[in-house]
């Protein structure tokens, strides 16, 4: 038995699927890519878009015309912009720029999937979103207002393509120490958990993140669907300037 082999075939969630990742060649995609094959997926990767609607449709289309079929689509590409917490610090093509990016290149993922997963009667389609679309205060004004929007899609597009047997759902992890996070921040990884973590002995990872995708994408989440899956150690639900609790 090789290294390779360290998911058995009973094991292996998601066989005989096949799922487009879209920003797949790091940070949290390339964590779900790896997971996805271990677990015995077809996995189609875009990563570098010009043209968001062409790039999605032909990616779509491509892994249909490869494998036949799609089952899972993971909308993962995001920015987070300018940091300029003033508003009239803010540009309308900054605006733009993230929420083209955030917003609209998962409304596209979407679009383009529920093209083929309409007539297949079954998919899993899972937006990566933020603790950023249930809270304010913490990124930029387009950032946070892609990540409510992407929930915002998700929930209409839960109602209208549950009928046909297609999940819709959404990951929202809490700062994940990414290049793009750290840098945003100016934080190292240190820097970035004794500030912001609320789940002290835990670190958050792309692998955390990815192993909750893959529960989304796999059977075992057959009859979830319009869900905004937090992974935030609890953040979102703590008010450090107002607690009994002191830390220890």
Not at 149 to 171: A, D, H, P, S
Not at 206 to 216: I, K, Q, R
């Amino acid at each position: 038995m090789t290294s390779v082999s360290l998911v058995s075939a009973a094991a292996r969630r998601l066989e005989g699927k096949v799922a487009v990742i879209t920003s797949g060649a790091s940070g949290i995609g390339e964590s779900a890519v790896r997971l996805f094959f271990k677990h015995g997926a077809k996995v189609v990767i875009a990563d570098i878009q010009d043209d968001w609607e062409t790039d999605v449709e032909n990616t779509i289309n491509f892994a249909v015309s490869k494998f036949g079929k799609l089952d899972i689509m993971i909308n993962n590409a995001g920015v987070a912009g300018v940091a300029k917490p003033n508003i009239l610090d803010n540009t309308k093509a900054e605006f733009e720029e993230v929420i083209g990016v955030n917003l609209v290149g998962a409304f596209l993922g979407t679009k383009h999937a529920a093209r083929v997963m309409v007539p297949a009667r079954h998919g899993s389609i899972i937006t990566t979103a933020s603790v950023c679309s249930i809270i304010g205060g913490v990124a930029s004004h387009a950032y946070t207002s892609s990540k409510h929007g992407v929930v915002g899609l998700m929930r209409n597009t839960t109602v209208e393509l549950g009928q046909f047997g297609i999940r819709v759902n959404c990951v929202s992890p809490y700062l994940v120490a990414t290049p793009l996070a750290k840098d945003f921040l100016k934080l190292d990884d240190n820097g970035v958990y004794s500030v912001y973590s609320n789940l002290k002995g835990s670190l958050l990872k792309p692998e955390d993140v990815a192993e909750a995708l893959l529960y989304l994408g796999s059977d075992e989440s057959k009859y979830v669907s319009g869900h905004n899956l937090l992974l935030d150690g609890g953040f979102t639900i703590v008010n450090p300037g107002f607690s009994m609790f002191v830390p220890s």
